[in-house]
């Protein structure tokens, strides 16, 4: 049978909710293509900006024989040689599980889990928090070990430098 007009007025309201659903789901999947363009483009330049990062601290952390050297050169440097052995591990343990996967037969090389390059920039984190966190607290409790110096000039300007490089990754 023939529909009367009100279930026929229903049935234009219920197509017009579907039609209206489908053409929201429609622009959602073709805004798909262009979120993950845009995290693709973030991604390139936290990463640029990450590496652009560990070559300013690799110059902060070095000491030139040649040249006078600051208390914050040598609390960097420090810190740096603690963490040192640590990125070093993290790195040959990487880069072996790498090999191991190439070497295994594809069956079994899809099941070996390797962890991304995200724990080492975790590492560096958490090594640039660290500093962050001992450089605020030493500037921030007096001391009398420096002979009438403050433990700002002590420190030397790379504790600013540690505050911003931390800044950028305390979310």
Do not use: Y
């Amino acid at each position: 049978g023939e529909l009367g007009w009100e279930e026929a007025e229903e049935l234009s309201n219920e197509r017009e909710h579907w039609a209206a659903r489908v053409a929201h789901l429609q622009q959602s999947w073709l805004e798909r293509d262009a979120a993950a363009e845009a995290l693709k483009q973030q991604q390139v330049g936290l990463d640029v900006e990450l590496e652009r990062l560990h070559e300013r601290f690799t110059q902060l952390v070095h000491i030139d024989p040649a040249k006078p050297v600051e208390g914050g050169t040598v609390l960097l440097a420090g810190f740096h040689q603690i963490f040192s052995p640590l990125e070093t591990l993290l790195g040959k343990l990487h880069s072996s599980l790498l090999e191991l996967r190439h070497s295994l037969p594809a069956s079994v090389a899809g099941l070996l889990q390797i962890p991304d390059q995200a724990d080492v920039i975790n590492l560096f984190c958490v090594k640039v928090s660290t500093m962050h966190n001992v450089f605020a607290s030493s500037i921030s409790v007096p001391s009398s070990n420096f002979s009438g110096l403050g433990t700002a000039q002590v420190l030397g300007t790379q504790a600013d430098v540690a505050t911003e490089l931390s800044g950028i990754f305390l979310f």
